[in-house]
């Protein structure tokens, strides 16, 4: 008897993990829906933030104020941003915050950056496609080997699968001189080739060092960027812009938000967004920029916060945030689950179990579940009470648990099969 209550429990608890993950896996299935910001950007007439409706054609434009504006007026109000739709109207300025307007100027400056904690959860390929950063010919050819970096660097031909040894040789001796502790943590690149120019790959070695390594005429270059000593560097996004301002993006782990540039003397340095810190593992960042404003949104758990910063010198300008609305699945889960397990989360690309807890007020379900059981289950006394509060512990989770198993009228008990007397 005391083997088959041993078993029991087991299969309860393993019963009661699953209906953990099952029930709100259901509940947010029918209830959840996504949530949904306007696209806010920052006006260089209005000198105040817009937010932009693009499902309303007749006034997809409205200010800080409350004021409306029509789809001609929106695209007047934000040149910057619409400075295509101008062009092809025949109304786009010869001048704009001082400068002289020309296409090539508004291409150049502008640019979409978006950042998503997945990048840091994601593993590393450990190969890297290494473009020629100076080609003779125009356009950017894949080459026809990738740079396996980790423990050391080597170049593997793609073809015949074999390590080119005189090419790896020669970037493992430019590795050794420049200082580079293997193995590497992480490298990060744009291995595409749709690309006006390639400034290879930024690497952080196993010292906590920030590493910039390209190919220039066929001959490795592998500089330390001598940034890991002033910056707990996180994390850095490779984003080659038209204008060759700066490198991409860095990211601490204070949260704080930097660009990589070129200083005077070839070297590098950081300029840092002026903004709040971010969580850099649960919120997403977006930036869209131009001549004269970046305006940087910064998506989390409780809502939107959206900052402009001067093109020039980074510093904020304005800001403004609009605060997360609950929605369905929110209400539910709160009255519902006091905890609840999932096996998939937004900011990560790989599947775990995470323990997640709402808060007190679904304490009642877990209560109104006990009754339940309490007044519909037979048995004795004593086992009665345990389930109880078991599943006042654990709420309709341990309550489905009880009910599916056998025995459930009996308390987890499970009946001994007859004996019958045999006479030899």
Not at 62 to 73: E, I, R, S
Not at 94 to 110: C, K
Not at 244 to 255: C, E, M, S, T, V
Not at 272 to 297: C, F, G, H, K
């Amino acid at each position: 008897m005391k083997r088959q209550n041993t078993i029991y429990a087991l299969i309860l608890a393993c019963t009661t993990f699953a209906a953990l993950w099952a029930l709100p896996a259901l509940v947010h299935k029918a209830t959840y829906s996504p949530d949904r910001y306007p696209v806010v950007y920052y006006s260089s007439v209005l000198s105040q933030f817009g937010l932009i409706d693009y499902g309303d054609k007749q006034t997809p434009l409205t200010d800080m104020d409350g004021n409306k504006y029509t789809a001609a007026q929106f695209d007047s109000l934000m040149p910057l941003l619409n400075y295509r739709q101008l062009m092809t109207d025949g109304r786009l300025p010869d001048s704009i915050g001082g400068y002289e307007v020309t296409p090539q100027l508004l291409r150049s400056t502008s640019f979409v950056f978006r950042y998503n904690p997945r990048s840091l959860s994601q593993p590393e390929p450990g190969l890297y496609i290494l473009f020629e950063s100076m080609p003779k010919r125009l356009g950017l050819e894949i080459p026809p080997d990738v740079m396996r970096l980790g423990a050391g660097v080597e170049f593997i031909d793609a073809e015949s699968n074999s390590v080119d040894r005189e090419k790896s040789d020669r970037f493992r001796q430019a590795f050794d001189k420049s200082g580079f502790t293997f193995p590497a943590r992480w490298a990060s690149g744009n291995p595409s080739p749709r690309k006006a120019y390639d400034e290879g790959y930024f690497s952080l070695d196993a010292a906590g060092r920030l590493y910039h390594i390209k190919m220039v005429n066929g001959r490795p270059y592998v500089r330390d960027t001598g940034l890991g000593e002033t910056v707990d560097i996180l994390w850095f996004s490779m984003y080659e812009v038209a204008n060759k301002r700066f490198y991409g993006f860095l990211f601490d782990k204070g949260g704080n938000v930097y660009i990589i540039e070129s200083d005077l003397q070839g070297g590098y340095e950081t300029v840092r967004l002026d903004m709040d810190p971010i969580d850099p593992y649960t919120e997403q960042v977006s930036i869209m920029a131009n001549l004269l404003y970046w305006t940087v949104t910064v998506t989390g758990a409780k809502g939107c916060r959206y900052y402009a910063l001067d093109n020039l010198t980074l510093g904020r300008v304005d800001t403004h945030s609009i605060a997360r609305r609950p929605n369905a699945w929110d209400r539910a889960s709160a009255i519902l689950f006091p905890a609840y397990i999932t096996l998939e989360h937004r900011n990560s690309a790989y599947i775990s179990p995470r323990l997640n807890f709402t808060g007190p007020m679904a304490l009642v379900a877990n209560i109104l579940a006990a009754l339940v059981l309490w007044f519909t289950a037979a048995g004795c006394c004593r086992k009665r009470i345990a389930l109880t509060v078991y599943v006042l512990l654990t709420g309709l989770a341990g309550l489905l648990a009880v009910a599916v198993l056998p025995g459930y009228r009996g308390i987890g008990r499970i009946p001994a099969p007859d004996k019958k007397e045999t006479n030899d």
